[in-house]
């Protein structure tokens, strides 16, 4: 086998609102050497909601991963060439599933979906002289429908499934890139990275970890 084809490869998967994508480098080089892209639609049920199908957001991923496998197999390339896997994804949208059975619970809430502008008027209300910046020395976040905090917090009030998963012990939340990443470790890895954790409103950019207040 050549140089080149021995050449080290990093995997990057672009999980975006309207389409999946996975992109092929050389490590050496930075020249691509495969990608695959497949779009798709999301759902919008009431004025001002924008869903997503969970499943969907990854079997698209996973089709992208196995087509850019083949095309680096047709150029005699060996996968194990592979070094490194990264995970760029719409932040804000919203996932909860089922730790037992690995099923989505309810829709992805996208990232712009607006239901929960009562909550941010209800929560803003809470806090000393109703100031929307009240969390920001915290998150950096103003309270806004656009975070995912807010989005869980409908959804436990919205969703029997949801609720009752929540009161079983099953109940996990993420993140796009944390519902890829359990799903292609087959439920090991619930993770996530700074990057996502800062759009949840929930994380403490001075710890860098979850704030237990904000968390209850």
Not at 43 to 55: H, L, R, V
């Amino acid at each position: 086998m050549s140089a080149e084809k021995q050449e080290r490869l990093v995997v990057s998967i672009d999980q975006g609102t309207s389409s999946s994508r996975v992109v092929v480098f050389s490590a050496r080089t930075g020249q691509v050497v495969a990608c695959h892209q497949i779009p798709f639609t999301s759902s919008y049920p009431a004025p001002g909601w924008i869903e997503q199908n969970a499943n969907q957001l990854y079997d698209t991923t996973l089709e992208c991963l196995n087509e850019c496998a083949k095309q680096i197999e047709d150029q005699g390339r060996d996968l194990k060439s592979i070094i490194a896997l990264g995970v760029t994804n719409q932040r804000e949208t919203t996932i909860v599933w089922d730790r037992e059975t690995g099923k989505p619970l309810a829709p992805a809430i996208v990232w712009s979906d607006a239901r929960t502008a009562d909550l941010v008027k209800e929560f803003t209300s809470m806090t000393p002289n109703s100031n929307p910046n009240a969390f920001q020395a915290k998150t950096g976040l103003p309270i806004h429908s656009y975070f995912s905090a807010l989005k869980l917090c409908w959804l436990l009030e919205n969703h029997v499934d949801v609720a009752e998963a929540n009161e079983n012990g099953t109940l996990l939340a993420g993140t796009v890139d944390c519902w890829i990443i359990w799903r292609l470790t087959n439920g090991k890895c619930h993770v996530t990275d700074v990057t996502n954790a800062s759009r949840t409103m929930l994380m403490n950019l001075h710890t860098l970890d979850w704030d237990p207040d904000l968390c209850r």
